[in-house]
């Protein structure tokens, strides 16, 4: 999945080229947001909605570089995909405000359908701790997250 995520980005948005030393984090992120979406095997619509619109905020690219980007990642998540890769380089690049801002995009995302499943829980948990969050953070983050979806669904 990993290459062919690369190519993409090979593609599109060049890091040297564009001056944006972050494209490959934002798309680890992205990558971890798919997997939320996914991790309950119902990759609901509410879902997809807010990890493209997650995607396009943290990765600039327009609605159909988007919908490629994730429809790609859709495809290759049917395999085995490991976490480590993403969460290494997150771990090593972000600081611990930006690991609590990407842990409630992940949130959101497992909210956005109404219905937190004990798979999306565990996904995102295993993802918190794999990025050396503190639970305080990861509970605070889950919270904000379900606040703004209860607002949102009224």
Sequence with gaps: MLERIRSFFGERIDPEREG???ARLRLAAAALMVEVMRADFDAAEAEKAEVLAAVRRQLGLT???TAELVALAEEETEGTVCLYEFTRLIHESFDAERKGRLLEEL???AFADRVLEAQ???LIRKIAGLLHVPH???I??????RNDA???SG
Excluded at 140 to 145: D, E, G, T, V
């Design 63 to 65: 609605e159909q570089e």
């Design 120 to 122: 999306e829980e565990f």
């Design 20 to 22: 944006d030393p972050d």
């Design 136 to 138: 305080a953070d990861f």
């Design 140 to 145: 605070a983050a889950k919270r904000r997250a």
């Design 150 to 152: 209860r607002r949102v």
């Design 107 to 109: 949130w959101r995302v």
